[in-house]
C-alpha cells in the first residue's frame, strides 16, 4: 500500500505523519548507530569508580579518550584536568612513560595536581582544537615532541570529532552508554559477562589524573618482546620550530614554564624537542638512561618507564618549584 500524498491529506494530519516519519527516522538513525558502535567484545579488566575504558581495538568501538577531551564527554575528567598545577600534553610515548609509580608519588607527596592528558595519536592538530574549547589554567606543562608540533594533522578519531561536531557528540554519548552498560557487565555473573566482555585488546585512564592503564600481554602474549630504545634524526626541524611558535602564540603559553621533552621510544625526538626549546627558550628536560627498553616498538615498558620518569620528575623540580609560587 503507498503512503499517502500531500494532497489527500487535511494540514493537521499531514503535519502529523511528517512528524511521525521524522521521529520514526530518528530513532531508526539512533538505533542503527547504537548497533554499530557496539563494546561487546572488549577487555573489561580496567573498569574502577574512577575510571574510564579509553580505546578498544573493535573497530564498532575504538577510541573514547578523545571524546572525553575534545567533547568534554565525562565532566569528572575535564574538572580534574582544569584544577591540576602540571598538565602533561601529548602522544601514547607520553601516557605510558609518565604512567609509572614515580610520577604519582612525586606529585602526591608535594601535594601538586597533575594530569596527564596525552592521547594516542595526540598530534598538536587535536590539542589547538581542545585548547580552544578549554583553557588551561595549568601553571606547568610538559609537551612530549614525538610527535607533537606537526600542524593541523590529527588522528582518525580527532579529525573526526573536529569536522562532524554534532554526529560525533551523538556517536561518543552512544559509546558513553554502552560503556555503563560494559562496565557493569564485565562485574555481573554469568551470563552477561560473556556476552559483553571479552579479551579485545583494550586500555583505561583515571579521570582523576589521566592515569593509565594498561595489559600489553593482552595483544603481544607473554612474556613481552623488547628491543632497545633507539635514537632518530629528524631534517624537518626548521619546520617544527615554525609551527611551535605559532602553537605558542596562539594558546599564549609561558615558554619559561613549558617543559619540552621527547619520551624515549623505538626511534625518539629528543633532537626535535632540544632544538625547539632552544628556539623557545623552554626548558628542555630529558634524563638520559642506559638500558631503556620498548615492548612494542614504541612504548616504553614499565622498568624503563619508572627509571626515565624518576630522573625526569627530579630534574623538572626547579622549574615546576619556580612557576608554581
Known sequence: MRAPSPETLPATTWSRYLTVSVVVGIVGFVLILFYQLRIAGCAGYGYGPDTYLAQCALKTYGDYEQGVLGLQIDGRAIDHLERAEVVILGHSHSMVGFSAPPTREYFKTRGIRFYNASV???????????????????????????????????????????????????????????QTIHRYGCSAMWPMRRLLCGNTFSYFRSVTDGWLIIDYTLVSGSPLSKRPVTRAVHAENELRIKLAKQFFARHHLNAACTILTAVPTGGDFSDSAEAIARALDAPYINPSIDGLMVTDGAHLDMPSATAWSQQFWLEATPVIDRCLK
Open 120 to 178: 594516542a595519536g595526540g598530534y598538536g592538530g587535536f590539542f589547538d582544537f581542545f585548547l580552544s574549547r578549554v583553557p588551561l589554567p595549568a601553571k606547568v606543562l610538559v609537551i612530549d615532541v614525538a610527535p607533537f608540533f606537526t600542524g593541523d594533522v590529527m588522528s582518525a578519531a580527532g579529525r573526526f570529532i573536529v569536522e562532524n561536531p554534532v554526529r560525533s557528540v551523538i556517536e561518543y554519548r552512544i559509546k558513553q552508554t554502552w
